[in-house]
């Protein structure tokens, strides 16, 4: 481990992935300590045109137990490299390598006992996916998704025939094409400081525009959805949050600091049930898509529920268990 861009007490770990048609590729794992030593581990996993910077999220973990670690995936991030296409994957598959990896490390070299993963957006649906190509192995112990993406944001038309269209015509042939869509610049201007958020990271790693979408990309994500829609059977327990409401303007409205600008919940909140036996959905009022860039009273609730959430469903080792009374006797008369 080296220190991190983020300083101490960050550290940071890259993890050789070998190459592919773009040269060499990396992921880096991120990670804090906290003072005293602990058997338990948050693995964060970002979304699209995103990467880890949300030290806050950390501090809330680490100030309850929890040490924390972070992967920028392969050409995100950290892990972003001068040759490589920002984002670029032909399969949320390729993504399980690091995870793969992460885990390892968390568990097998720095001997944590629970596991507790945490992923936005794309990184809720690629996390999801992986957690169910692993049950039986016990790697997760429980699956945080704040505003996964299962489903695109555009009328049925859009993303079911036209989706199906382009990416048939291209995605093999030519999965670096740039597919034209809906910049992501509203929701980029409620963030960073520079604009009109209140947080600040590093625009070449998190543009206020966001990077091109590819050919490539939609497919990868179409693929993984519809895998999704089928139906997983993730062996952890999952918690499942978004906003209680989706912006539908075009134009910079205020509306865009209390709602989710990039996705639509009422999809959220449809596919949540998919994902396995063991799936809690909570909505915030006022929330954004990262929930945790939200307002303040509102990251605060959602900090809230997360809490209450971990502590009924993942224990810190060694507590006792809560004993359940027997069922009463079934009498009939």
Request: charged fraction near 25%; glycine fraction near 8%; proline fraction near 6%.
């Amino acid at each position: 481990m080296e220190t991190d861009v983020l300083g101490p007490p960050y550290e940071r770990h890259t993890i050789d992935l070998g190459t592919d048609d773009e040269g060499k590729v990396v992921a880096t794992l991120v990670r804090r300590r906290g003072d005293q030593p602990s058997r338990r581990a948050v693995l964060y996993v970002h979304g699209f045109v995103d990467y880890f910077f949300q030290t806050h999220l950390a501090d809330f973990f680490v100030e309850r137990g929890w040490d924390f670690y972070a992967l920028d995936l392969r050409k995100y991030g950290r892990s972003l490299l001068s040759h490589q296409t920002p984002n670029f994957c032909r399969s949320l598959t390729d993504y399980f390598p690091e995870l793969d990896e992460s885990a390892r490390i968390i568990r097998s070299v720095d001997g944590h006992d629970q596991l507790l993963v945490v992923a936005h957006s794309t990184g809720g649906l690629t996390t999801s996916l992986w957690a169910h190509a692993r049950q039986g192995q016990g790697l997760i112990d429980g699956l945080f998704l704040n505003s996964p993406f299962f489903e695109f944001n555009n009328p049925w038309l859009v993303r079911g025939p036209l989706m199906s269209l382009i990416t048939a015509t291209s995605a093999k042939r030519t999965p670096y094409r740039i597919i034209p869509v809906k910049a992501l610049g509203l929701y980029g201007q409620s963030l960073h400081a520079t604009e009109r958020g209140e947080w600040t990271y590093d625009l070449n790693w998190k543009p206020v525009l966001g990077f091109p979408i590819t050919a490539g990309w939609l497919q990868a994500i179409r693929r993984g959805q519809s895998r999704l829609r089928r139906g997983l059977q993730i062996d952890a327990p999952v918690l499942v949050a978004c906003s209680t409401r989706t912006f539908r303007g075009k134009d910079w409205d205020d509306d865009v600091r209390l709602t989710d600008a990039v996705l639509d919940v009422e999809h959220i909140a449809r596919w949540a049930p998919r994902l396995g036996p063991h799936v809690t959905l909570t909505r915030f009022d006022g929330g954004m898509h990262d929930l945790t860039l939200s307002g303040k009273q509102v990251r605060a609730e959602v900090f809230r529920e997360l809490a209450r959430w971990t502590d009924a469903f993942l224990p810190a080792p060694g507590t006792p268990e809560v004993e359940v009374p027997p069922a009463p006797e079934d009498v009939t008369t």
